[in-house]
């Protein structure tokens, strides 16, 4: 088809690829099968525009984030659970990696929004001041980071939600990550570096540019399977 795609994800058994697109008219997603190369389904979503795609951890779920909220489909028949609204446009959402549990962040009311998609209720509200905009949880999901227009805050969600906070980046920071084996943060701001911290603790470890000019923007971070490779995309230079 002719449609950008915005966003891809992979579940994580590896079987099904879904890509976001927008148009003018709906956004959606096309679901592949992996093993045929075949596209299973396209879902319209809505008529907002869709900003990210997220898998629960056991792949029961898909989390479609778009600037009216975030739209919640069982992958068994692809059908809406739930829609979880926050009127804002955000970066990314992150599913717990044990628990039906998705992390969306709402910059406009200053918090991190834990809905339980099976309940259909809110658990938890973290408050993020600045304006939070992207989230990731910790492999073992006993942490949840959240990045805002000023600062990073490590959230210890099995230690009643005390917090750490990260000085990131001279501007927005686009992107959170920690790396598979859960001991390192990383981090993609609009100042082109990449920031790399010590999960435990929040110390930091290490920076560095991508970009030799202001433009190059650091949109996305990735680690490699076995931690020890991570990956930067942004305008201007991977």
């Known amino acids: 088809n002719d449609e950008p795609f915005v966003r891809a ?13 927008r148009t003018a008219e709906m956004d959606g997603v096309v679901i592949w099968d992996v093993a045929s190369r075949q596209v299973v389904k396209t879902l319209p979503v809505g008529p907002q525009g869709i900003v990210d795609v997220s898998f629960s951890g056991d792949g029961a779920f898909l989390a479609c984030a778009c600037t009216d909220g975030t739209y919640v489909f069982e992958t068994a028949d692809w059908s809406r659970r739930t829609m979880v609204r926050s009127d804002d446009q955000f970066f990314t959402v992150a599913f717990h990696p044990d628990r039906p549990i998705v992390a969306v962040p709402t910059s406009r009311t200053q918090t991190v929004r834990l809905w339980d998609v099976i309940g259909n209720r809110e658990v938890a509200l973290l408050n993020h001041p600045g304006g939070p905009h992207s989230v990731a949880f910790s492999p073992d999901g006993s942490m949840l980071v ?13 230690g009643g939600g005390e917090k750490l906070e990260l000085a990131a980046h001279q501007g927005i920071a686009n992107h959170v990550k920690f790396c598979p084996d859960g001991k390192l943060l990383a981090s993609g701001g609009g100042d082109t570096m990449v920031r790399l911290w010590d999960a435990a603790t929040a110390r930091p470890l290490s920076r560095f540019s991508i970009s030799p000019t202001a433009l190059g923007k650091v949109n996305r971070v990735a680690f490699s399977p076995d931690s020890k490779l991570l990956a930067s995309a942004g305008a201007g230079k991977d």
Do not use: E, F, K, P
Request: charged content about 20%.
């Open 9 to 21: 994800a992979i579940s994580g058994d590896g079987t099904t690829l879904v890509g976001a697109y």
């Open 146 to 158: 959240s990045a805002s227009n000023d600062t990073d805050r490590l959230w210890n969600l099995r």
